[in-house]
């Protein structure tokens, strides 16, 4: 039987649908961030809210940002949100 190997992203992104629990999403990230991965962004597009995760540290909130940076863990990366919060 083949397995699949136990591997964890450093980079999560979540994008909440209408259809998403939130609670759930939030669980999920929380689990990355618990097994390893070194940063994680909840993306609400209907409430125009980020909520970034990284571990040893409390969920920070950003509202109605117009984009969002990956530093220090990604270097140089930036999501421009704009075309999100348009949907």
């Known amino acids: 039987?083949?397995?699949?190997p136990r591997v964890c992203p450093?980079?999560?992104v979540e994008?909440?649908?209408l259809?998403?629990?939130?609670?759930?999403?939030h669980a999920k990230i929380a689990e990355y961030i618990a097994n390893g991965s070194k940063l994680g962004w909840l993306i609400d597009p209907a409430k125009k809210q980020v909520h970034v995760y990284r571990p040893g540290q409390p969920v920070q909130v950003l509202d109605n940002p117009t984009s969002i940076s990956g530093d220090p863990e990604l270097?140089?990366?930036v999501l421009d949100l704009e075309p999100?919060?348009?949907v």
């Open 75 to 77: 270097p140089g990366f």
């Open 10 to 12: 450093c980079f999560v």
């Open 19 to 25: 259809a998403d629990s939130l609670e759930k999403l």
């Open 1 to 4: 039987m083949k397995k699949f």
């Open 84 to 86: 999100v919060w348009r």
């Open 15 to 17: 994008l909440v649908s």
